[in-house]
């Protein structure tokens, strides 16, 4: 008879020497342990490994590990190794004689933890090893390789569904620490993951103020801002090369010590500049993105974006940097017409396939959302990340400063009841068509000027609409299905305010969002 199966938090503390589980992991350590697949989104140093070497550990047979960098992969099991777990890697790192060696051990049941990189594992000769191995389960580490949105896509990652058909009763769990909506729905379609339970978690910042101010006189905010900082270490991002120049010397003149840094400067200066941000005290970085690898500078006290950022996603990293120490930083954003402008444009010269644009359209647009939401910031941040926060954070500019809202129950039942009745199917454009009364081709061709929302929003402009639009958005209760050609559909809570049961609050005067040209395609 073989012995007991042993309990994760008696692993827990006898082998890792760990008192209790963080957040989330108990639930996905038993989750797993009890056979279920599942997506596992965590920030980085959130705990994701425990997340499958536990379970791999109170499974029979080994634990598979997926896993694209070797580097990590010998990281992972030399730790392992010294707490008495017995793991291995195998990958384009070891020679024929070790290979070999790990595969035996494989087969003998003698691992509890392999690691092997995606092309190893989908060749014939480890598939068939792995017939002969019982195993406890398979985890896909960096999940998000398997989505050509992310940024970091491997074609090998994509026939790794082969493993749910070879093994359909082996629980899977794909981990990752880089998921915004769209990516993650992507990813959980092409891991064959999209019946699985999502567990996210981890990503409050609760020490960084989230403040977002209009752009109108940005030096004269930004001086203001950083006068009650001196002395204190922060980044200031800019979009352009140019401009992170241009403010630098202007900080210089308002007596900041600050430096440039973009990937313009040679090396040197770039080196030298990055050194002295990280070793003195109170220095100013202004950068472009290009500066962000390896900012390991637990004081940064503040982050500045004097542009908007890309996406919800950079946004969360670029401001992650402040306040690694846990103490009170500050993320300032302005927000100007001309970054939507600039970044629509982008958007509309970009060479993706349509696909991929209708993916940016759909970031660009929560960004938006971010911005113009009269919602508690982290609540609305947090939730872009699938993460729920109960109550309103009170530290974010919001929270200390409520926006004036106004009651836009009927307005947001006529949006919402618009893209009902024409069947959650179409985007942005036709729906606004069809509220204001337009009679375009589409329009008519659909039987859309027939239908009682037709024209009910007429008083109200196409951008009045468009706000609303993506307020309800950022509420929730209006989701783009990229799957449908950035088709709007009904969120959640949205049938409440269609019976009348729940007031919608939407904010007063957003500003309003310009496309570079009014191009009417969508
Ligand atoms: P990720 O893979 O999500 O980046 P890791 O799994 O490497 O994160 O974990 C980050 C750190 O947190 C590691 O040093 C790990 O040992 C530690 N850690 C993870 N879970 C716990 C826990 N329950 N209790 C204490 N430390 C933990
Ligand atoms: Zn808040």
Same mark, same amino acid.
């Given at each position: ?47 994701? +490994? ?95 390789? !398997? ?25 899977? /769990? ?60 922060? /980044? /200031? ?18 007596? !900041? ?22 070793? =003195? ?7 472009? /993105? &290009? ?125 919402? +009841? ?26 008519? +061709? ?32 209006? =989701? ?13 809570? +949205? ?17 309003? &969002? ?9």
């Amino acid at each position: 008879m073989s012995p007991p199966l042993p309990q994760p938090l008696a692993v827990l503390r006898d082998v890792f020497g760990f008192d209790a589980f963080r957040g989330q992991q108990a639930a996905i350590v038993d989750h797993v342990i009890g056979g279920g697949d599942c997506l596992v989104v965590m920030p980085t140093g959130g705990g994701k +490994s425990l997340c499958y070497q536990i379970p791999a550990l109170c499974r029979t047979g080994v634990g598979v590990v997926v896993s694209p960098l070797i580097a990590l992969m010998q990281d992972q099991v030399e730790a392992l190794r010294q707490v008495g777990v017995r793991a291995a890697a195998l990958n384009s790192a070891l020679d024929a004689n070790e290979a070999r060696a790990v595969e035996r051990a494989l087969v003998k049941g003698d691992l509890d933890l392999v690691y092997v990189a995606p092309e190893r594992l989908l060749t014939d000769r480890f598939l068939d090893l792995l017939d002969e191995a019982p195993i406890a389960l398979f985890a896909i580490d960096e999940a998000h390789c !398997v989505s050509q949105w992310g940024h970091d896509f491997r074609p090998e990652y994509l026939q790794l569904e082969v493993l749910h058909r070879r093994y359909p009763t082996v629980p899977r /769990i794909g981990l990752t620490a880089t998921a915004d909506g769209p990516t993650r729905a992507d990813i959980a379609k092409r891991l064959g993951l999209d019946e699985a339970p999502l567990f996210m978690a981890g990503f409050d910042r609760p020490n960084i103020r989230y403040t977002v101010v209009p752009k109108l006189e940005p030096r004269v905010g930004l001086k203001r801002f950083l006068d009650g900082r001196k002395g204190e270490a922060g /980044i /200031i991002y800019c979009m352009s090369r140019a401009k992170v120049e241009t403010m630098a010397e202007w900080c210089v003149a308002q007596g !900041v010590p600050a430096l440039p840094y973009h990937a313009g400067l040679d090396r040197e200066v770039r080196a030298c500049n990055h050194d002295r941000f990280l070793k =003195e005290d109170g220095v100013v970085m202004v950068a472009t /993105i &290009a500066f962000g690898m390896g900012i390991d500078k637990p004081d940064v006290r503040f982050v500045v974006h004097l542009d908007l950022p890309k996406t919800i996603e950079s946004y969360y990293q670029e401001t992650g940097r402040a306040g690694r120490d846990g103490l009170p930083s500050e993320a300032l954003l302005f927000y100007g017409l001309e970054d939507v402008a600039r970044l629509r444009q982008l958007m509309a010269g970009s060479e993706a396939a349509e696909t991929h644009k209708r993916v940016e359209k759909a970031k660009l647009e929560a960004l938006l959302g971010f911005c113009e939401s009269a919602r508690c910031r982290r609540q609305v941040l947090l939730g872009y990340f699938g993460e729920t926060l109960e109550k309103p954070c009170g530290n974010c500019d919001i929270c200390l400063n409520p926006v004036k809202t106004r009651d836009g129950t009927i307005e947001a039942q006529m949006a919402l +009841s618009c893209i009902y009745r024409t069947g959650e199917r179409f985007g942005a454009v036709h729906v606004i068509d069809v509220l204001i009364g337009h009679e375009t081709e589409k329009v008519k +061709s659909f039987g859309h000027d027939q239908i009682k929302t037709f024209g009910v929003g007429k008083e109200r402009s196409r951008d009045a609409w468009r706000g609303t639009i993506r307020q309800l958005a950022a509420l929730g209760l209006v =989701e783009v299905d990229l799957e449908r050609h950035g088709a709007l559909v009904l969120g959640q809570g +949205s049938r409440e305010v269609l019976r009348g049961e729940r007031r919608v609050e939407l904010r007063e005067d957003p500003p309003p &969002a310009i496309a570079p040209k009014r191009s009417r395609s969508n």
